[in-house]
């Protein structure tokens, strides 16, 4: 019977592609739980791409764990998307083997988990403005009906001109009815809403509190909740309120304080209800700082001019008055970056496979593994380990 299916059905229809034929495989830049990833170069058009290629059964495991409702495939959601916060998908198939495969524009730079672990000087000087950018991203995803699931840094990455790019929707399904019911716990546990954790009801909300994670880890580098071992321990403190992120960073702007916080909140009901109402205060307080940027730079020129030779007693550097994060802890505030990678960095090159900038490739001091470790609730920028089929997809 799942034979016919399989024979009549769409799938069978469509062309299969021999990738090998059709894309020069450059390197290998990443792998997911779900799929390997190449650096290629399409030879039809020439230009370089990210190549992602499914696992096929644990796709298969993932979307049968649907089974009736009609999953639709990360490529056919993927090519739909249109914003400069998400990586753009060009194309998508299947392989000649039968894996999906999706062709995106390729991304030179870093995947924010790397960031989130390197507290360098991009991440806090932009915090606050990728902050923002990932939130449009999901606003935008939302109106378009959807629910990602697994809002977390390492699907996400920041490209050399600074600007965040949502990468993977390989566990996004429709905000509607069916898909909402209790049951299917995928995700990365640290950034799981205690709803999806519970396996009760979930909505778009539990994109929010992904979001909320993922906010307060870029500002402090680390979870709200102390890292628990197994998805049981996961359980048992997500009871439990989470730090403050105000004892983590006294001088954070109360607003960017309580808004994550309010992200974090144990119930739906006591969350942002949207994107839109949380990213709100966000945007404010930036527009607040860049208006002060703004005329600090207009009072350092007039000074400049009326004293050419002497810099203002008592003023203090633009960047220090107006850094977002300037309160941070000291270990937080420290560039983890060896001067080998800072000179690389510096020089602004992309990173290539088996280079250790790339986050894939480079696990950070003290991190444990990734996505794969569902369980822990650090994620980090490290390779990671064969999935959980139970608590993830
Ligand atoms: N468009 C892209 N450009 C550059 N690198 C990418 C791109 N898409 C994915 N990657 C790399 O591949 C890794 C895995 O991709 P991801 O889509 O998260 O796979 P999975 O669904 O298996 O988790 C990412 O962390 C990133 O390092
Ligand atoms: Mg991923």
Not at 153 to 163: A, G, K, L
Not at 273 to 283: D, V
Not at 358 to 386: A, C, F, I, L, V
Request: proline share 8%; hydrophobic share 30%; charged share 25%.
């Amino acid at each position: 019977m799942n034979f016919l299916k399989r024979f009549f059905s769409k799938e069978s229809r469509q062309p299969r592609v021999n990738i090998k034929q059709r894309f020069e495989l450059i390197g290998r830049v990443g792998q997911g739980s779900m799929s390997k990833v190449w650096r290629a170069r399409d030879l039809n058009t020439g230009r370089i791409v990210a190549l992602k290629v499914l696992h096929k059964q644990k796709t298969e495991e993932l979307e049968a764990r649907f089974v009736g409702l009609n999953k639709p495939k990360e490529g056919d959601i993927a090519v739909q998307f249109e914003h400069p916060h998400i990586v753009k998908t060009f194309e998508h198939g299947l392989t000649s083997d039968g894996e999906q495969f999706l062709v995106m524009e390729f991304i030179e730079g870093y995947s924010l988990s790397f960031l989130v672990e390197a507290q360098n000087e991009d991440m806090r000087t932009n915090c606050l403005k990728y902050m923002i950018q990932l939130g449009d991203a999901i606003q935008y995803f939302h109106n378009q009906n959807w629910i990602h699931r697994d809002i977390c840094p390492r699907n996400i990455m920041v490209d050399n001109e600074q600007q965040l790019k949502l990468i993977d929707f390989g566990l996004v399904v429709p905000n509607t009815p069916p898909f909402l019911q209790p049951g299917n716990r995928t995700g990365t546990a640290a950034y799981m809403a205690p709803e999806l954790i519970k396996r009760q009801k979930t909505s778009q909300k539990i994109d929010i509190f992904s979001y909320a994670v993922t906010c307060y880890e870029m500002m402090t580098k680390r979870l709200p909740w102390k890292a628990a071992e197994t998805m049981e321990a996961v359980l048992q403190h997500i009871n439990s309120p989470p730090k403050p992120i105000q004892e983590l960073l006294p001088g954070i702007d109360p607003k960017v304080g309580d808004t994550i916080m309010k992200g974090l909140e144990l119930y739906p009901q006591d969350r942002w209800q949207t994107i839109e109402e949380m990213l709100t205060p966000l945007k404010e307080v930036y527009q607040t700082q860049k208006t002060a940027v703004a005329q600090q730079q207009t009072e350092t020129a007039d000074s400049t001019t009326s004293r050419p030779a002497a810099a203002a007693p008592g003023k203090k550097r633009i960047s220090e008055k107006v850094d977002p994060n300037s309160n941070r802890p000291r270990s937080a505030q420290k560039s983890d970056l060896t001067p080998e990678q800072r000179l690389r960095r510096r020089k602004r090159k992309p990173p290539v496979e088996g280079s250790s900038e790339t986050s894939e490739t480079q696990p950070q001091p003290g991190s444990s593994s990734g996505k794969e470790q569902h369980t822990s609730r650090k994620s980090t920028p490290s390779r990671p380990k064969p999935g959980n089929p139970d608590e993830s997809r």
